[in-house]
């Protein structure tokens, strides 16, 4: 039979399974499923035959041909949160950030909305043309499918103009893009007297954005973009447990699925509020209490860990990830790219800070930076596993062995990039 595509000889080919149909979870988390001397065939955009090259290459055959002789082939990575979408920088505060030795979650709200007057400065153009250039970094170390969140923007007419900056690049760029409207990001400056007032602004967009939206910015250009996910920062800086609660019932209301920034300052009860919600995943979880992981570890929200997070703030203190496995929970890594405290576009980095700081072996790291990533922002089924019918978003890592993956750091291991089935790097 013919395929488009026909990757083989692979020294280890990562299958990264699913289990019982979902996130691998708990102590089982790090089943690669690895096929030595593995060929994977792909046909319109998705995977139509994984296994051994000799079976693979005795059924399929295609114009395009990879030998993957030496290395790894595994599934693309899945970047389960990033604030990509902004303008301007805050390199003129990084020293000094550092110099302060601990971040607090007030300090970091204000760098928060730095960003935004930056951003609501910028003309979409820019905007587009800024992400742009780090969506294509993150393509070339590896990362196939990312989420999106806005935030930057915090009123109405700004956060639109996010949400339209992300509809362009979902048609223009190869990457595959999950939008999150994270209006309840901070509290902007004009509402510091009155946090309860922005909480409420924050309610009345939700109709706007819930999707489908239709988003214009001039007479000329409009796009029609889907927006799954609300997603509230409830954390020292951000929203109490209640102002948060009150955002994501009304945005379930309306349709959308949840997330919750919680507890990466404080433990500020945002943990406890994702299960009660039900939201997709709770994030950070740097200072979540014992009691809490135990909640998240029995319940369907998927735990995503931002270590690039406290390296980037030059901070010792990392997300109990034992504890969550311990607890049987689903966990996913992130790089949590942002402007004020994880400029970090390498999914390979985050694996290596993860076996570091997190204790997570390499096996684990990648199950958590592609199949249980896929599932916290809703696309398990869909991608982070080379499975028959998913698409075919696959790596070519120029390393002998996955254990090269934490090993290393600091250099891109991916040397080719599949997306759908299509070459897009090297």
């Known amino acids: 039979m013919k395929a488009d595509l026909l990757i083989h000889s692979a020294a280890q080919l990562c299958v990264v399974p699913p289990h019982d149909g979902g996130p691998q979870r708990g102590p089982r988390l790090g089943d690669l499923g690895i096929i030595e001397d593995g060929a994977v065939a792909c046909a319109d955009s998705r995977i139509v035959a994984v296994g051994p090259t000799e079976r693979v290459r005795a059924d399929w055959w295609a114009p395009t041909e990879i030998d993957a002789s030496g290395k790894v082939v595994c599934p693309g990575f899945v970047d389960p949160h990033t604030h990509v979408v902004w303008a301007g920088s805050r390199a003129e ?7 302060e030795g601990d971040h607090r979650g007030t300090e970091a709200a204000d760098e928060v909305r730095a960003i935004v007057r930056a951003t609501r400065a910028a003309p979409l153009a820019q905007l587009v043309a ?8 993150m393509l070339a170390h590896g990362t196939t499918t990312v989420e999106v969140k806005t935030g930057y923007g915090l009123s109405s007419v700004h956060e639109l103009r996010l949400l339209e900056a992300i509809a362009i690049l979902e048609v223009t760029h190869p990457l595959t893009l999950v939008p999150t409207f994270l209006g309840a990001y901070v509290v902007p400056d004009e509402f510091l007297e009155d946090p309860n007032g922005y909480t409420d602004q924050v309610i009345d967009m939700l109709p706007l954005v819930a999707c489908p939206g239709d988003f214009r910015e001039g007479p000329c250009l409009t796009r029609t973009l889907k927006v799954p996910f609300c997603d509230v920062l409830c954390d020292e800086g951000g929203f109490t447990a209640e102002q948060a609660r009150r955002i994501l019932e009304r945005a379930r209301e309306l349709g959308m699925d949840l997330k919750v920034h919680a507890d990466q300052f404080r433990a500020w009860g945002g943990a406890a509020l994702a299960v009660e919600m039900e939201a997709a995943s709770a994030d950070h979880l740097t200072c979540t209490p014992p009691e809490e992981i135990e909640r ?29 496995l311990e607890a049987g929970g689903a966990l996913a890594l992130g790089t949590n790219c942002n402007a004020t405290t994880s400029w970090c576009e390498s999914m390979p980095l985050v694996i290596a800070l993860a076996c570091r700081y997190l204790q997570l072996t390499p096996e684990q790291a990648l199950v958590a930076a592609t199949l249980n990533a896929a599932y916290a922002i809703g696309l398990g089924g869909t991608v982070g596993s080379l499975q028959v019918g998913w698409a075919a978003d696959i790596l070519i890592l120029n390393v002998p062995d996955v254990h090269h993956l934490g090993y290393r750091f600091g250099t891109n291991p991916v040397e080719r990039v599949i997306k759908e089935g299509k070459i897009v790097v090297g």
């Open 93 to 99: 505060k990084f020293a000094e950030r550092i110099r």
């Open 130 to 137: 800024e992400t742009r250039s780090r969506l294509d970094r």
């Open 296 to 324: 998240l570890g029995s319940s369907d929200t998927v735990a995503v860990l931002l270590p690039a997070t406290s390296f980037g703030l030059g901070l010792h203190r990392y997300a109990p990830a034992r504890a969550i």
